[in-house]
Every structure is written in C-alpha cells, then in structure tokens.
C-alpha cells in the first residue's frame, strides 16, 4: 500500500497527476498513466497523486459532498497505476483565496516540488476557479514545469464521470457501477452494537458503522459478499440499508449485514461489503411474521446469487447466542 501524506511529508521532486479523482474511472486513470510515463523518462522524479480535503465546494459553500473513494481506499487502487504516495493537499479559504499565479508558485512548485503535472481539460484552480488547464500550462511553462492537458473521455453514453457513477449508484444498478469503477464497488464499516431487532425476528444482523463521507447506494436489501479486514475469504450475505419501516418507522438509516449460514464474532471487526445485486425496495410488512417470511426470501435469493461462494454450513445450535455472534 502506498503512503498517504501531507505536502510537508511529500517526496520530492514530483510528477504530479492533479485532480479528485474519485472513483478512478477510465478518464482518471488516463491522467495518471501520463504521470507514470513523464516518471519512464525521468525515473528522478516521484509519481504523485494531489488532491484535496475536504472537498473545496465543503469549505467554501457547505455542500455535503460524498466519495465513491475515501482517501484510504485510495492507497490500494493507486499503487498498481505506477502512483508512489498520495498527498492530500488541506483545502481552506486562505486556499481558496490564492491567484492562479500564487496557487502554481506556492503549492506546486514550492511545496510539492511539481516538475511535471498532468491534469484533465475540465480541471480548474485559483480563485473562483479563475484558472484553466491552458493558463495551469502557461503558468508552468515559465517555472519550467511541463504541463500534460488529458483531454476527457467519452463512450456511447457521454463522459465518462464520477457523477455516472453515482447516478448509477443511487438506482441500484451494481453492474452498471462496476462497469464505469473498472472494479467492483465496494465500502467497509465497524461492526458497532445495535438493538437487537434482527435476533428478535431470528436474523441477527451486523451492524456497520460507515464513514459519513462514503457515498452508499440506494436504499434496499441486497445481496451481498463480504470479507473481514484483512482476510480474503469472502461470506455470502445480504444486506439492509435503510430504516425499518415495519418495526421502527422512524428509525435512522443504517447498513445492516446477515452473514448467510454462519455464526461468527463480529462486533468491533471492520467488515468490507461488496453489493451484488439489488434485490428489492425497503418495505413496510403487515406484521413480524411477513416480514420474518420476505427475508427468508431476500436470503435464499442471496444465496443463489452467490453461485456458492461464501455461503457457510447451516450452524448447528451449540447453545450460543446467535445475536451475539453477529450484532449483539
């Protein structure tokens, strides 16, 4: 995995690829191959990835502004693309407030040791984003600092686009998503105590606690493949994000994960969940017992979407508490 740093901790001097990139979709990962290719040339040079935090429309309109990727699931994914560190540059209206000019002086050259950046045609900078790719070539240009303008990408549908992504996303369409990540979509959380309403219908849950900043998919059950942190077994599960309608109308949203057949100690473990498929709208039942029945549905549909990976031996009962072992 590769590092993450500050600007002060960064690797000097830098080919930089200089963008959000959130979601590392094919457009993305075009800039950074320019990167890795200025670094064949010059092997002086540190591949880089800058990017901001929080995000600049967070600081300077208070937009609440999710990622597909957290700068922490970033580390793996850049890695393979020939990408040495990630900076995270801290975004904050002093920032904000820089001329093209200064930001190109201050921020690229003089902190981060810029000798060569790559950035798409749509990327803009200084203050009120006054600041084109062209004016970032210029501007370069005369600090002796090459410039590669990416141009974007497109395919049959448009753009290619973080917001494709996320649209695709929020209807629930996995295979869509995936086919735009060029990888599966996936987010983790920590296995936190919960009410216990699952073991009160007999389907002990896991009860995740994930990032406020990770974008999640539309609200529903789903079938589900997970791994703990760490592990590469995955475990057939389906998963409920969303309130409870039937039991606890007013409830807050909450990702909620039934491991399929399997009875393990969860709570305090960070679990990562890879959704499948989208199996069906959240739902208000006319009593435990339909509702008890639909998700015995949801898991046998789960089940059969896992074409039997992950899925456990039913457990036999050796007196423990099923509840426990999933979400007290």
């Avoid at 995000?55 to 793996?76: A, M, Y």
């Avoid at 798409?120 to 070539?137: K, M, T």
């Avoid at 898991?299 to 999933?326: E, N």
Wanted: proline share 7%; hydrophobic share 45%; net charge neutral.
């Amino acid at each position: 995995m590769i590092p993450l740093r500050t600007p002060a901790e960064a690797l000097q001097p830098t080919a930089i690829a200089l963008g959000s990139f959130d979601g590392l979709h094919e457009g993305h990962r075009t800039v950074i191959a320019a990167v890795a290719a200025a670094v064949r040339d010059n092997p002086a040079l540190v591949p880089t990835v800058v990017s901001f935090w929080p995000h600049p429309r967070e600081v300077l309109h208070g937009e609440r502004r999710l990622r597909l990727d957290l700068p922490s699931e970033k580390l793996d994914l850049l890695g393979p693309l020939g990408i040495a560190q990630l900076v995270l540059v801290p975004f904050d209206r002093t920032l904000a407030a820089l001329s093209p000019d200064a930001f190109v002086e201050r921020v690229l050259v003089a902190q981060l040791g810029a000798r060569f950046i790559a950035v798409g045609e749509n990327f803009r900078f200084g203050v009120g984003r006054s600041g084109s790719a062209h004016d970032l070539q210029t501007l370069a240009a005369a600090r002796g600092v090459a410039v590669a303008v990416v141009p974007m990408l497109h395919d049959s549908s448009g753009r290619h686009s973080s917001s494709r992504i996320r649209a695709a996303l929020a209807a629930g369409d996995l295979s869509q998503a995936a086919a735009l990540l060029q990888r599966p979509y996936r987010f983790q959380g920590q296995v936190v105590r919960g009410r216990g309403l699952g073991k009160g219908l007999g389907w002990p849950t896991a009860n995740l606690q994930v990032e406020g900043r990770k974008f999640l998919p539309r609200e529903g059950v789903y079938a589900a493949r997970t791994w703990l942190a760490g592990h590469s077994e995955p475990m057939a599960a389906v998963m409920n994000l969303g309130p409870q309608p039937t039991i606890d109308p007013a409830s807050p949203s909450a990702v909620e994960v039934h491991l399929l057949d399997r009875r393990l100690e969860l709570l305090g473990e960070e679990l990562i969940v890879e959704p499948l498929r989208f199996l069906r709208d959240q739902q208000r039942f006319d009593g435990l017992e339909a509702l008890k029945a639909q998700i015995a549905r949801d898991a046998d549909r789960a089940r059969a979407l896992s074409g039997g990976v992950g899925v456990g031996q039913a457990p036999a009962d050796q007196g423990g508490d099923a509840a426990k072992q999933q979400n007290p």
